[in-house]
């Protein structure tokens, strides 16, 4: 005699958060700053960004300009995510 095996219901798959945690903002963030520093450069010539406390004119050719220092701060503000 054969005994039948019940199968269980498969387990419901689970739930995409619809929250935006601070790795997924991180992740895009860094993808959208990266694609828009390419776009920029090739179209520009050139990109402006801080670096090491200066404001600064990266060229095409790899080339640094510095265009003026950035003031320093006493105190960070920290970035409240909901």
Do not use: C, F
């Not at 991180?26 to 801080?50: D, F, L, P, W």
């Not at 600064?56 to 320093?72: A, F, M, R, Y």
């Amino acid at each position: 005699m054969a005994k039948s095996v019940r199968k269980k219901a498969a387990a419901p798959a689970k739930k995409s958060s619809s929250y935006l945690t601070k790795r997924v903002l991180e992740r895009a963030v860094s993808k959208g700053t990266r694609n828009t520093s390419a776009v920029a450069m090739k179209k520009r010539g050139h990109i402006v960004t801080a670096k090491d406390g200066w404001v600064v004119k990266i060229n095409k050719d790899g080339s640094e300009e510095k265009i003026s220092k950035l003031p320093v701060t006493k105190k960070s503000t920290p970035i409240v995510l909901d």
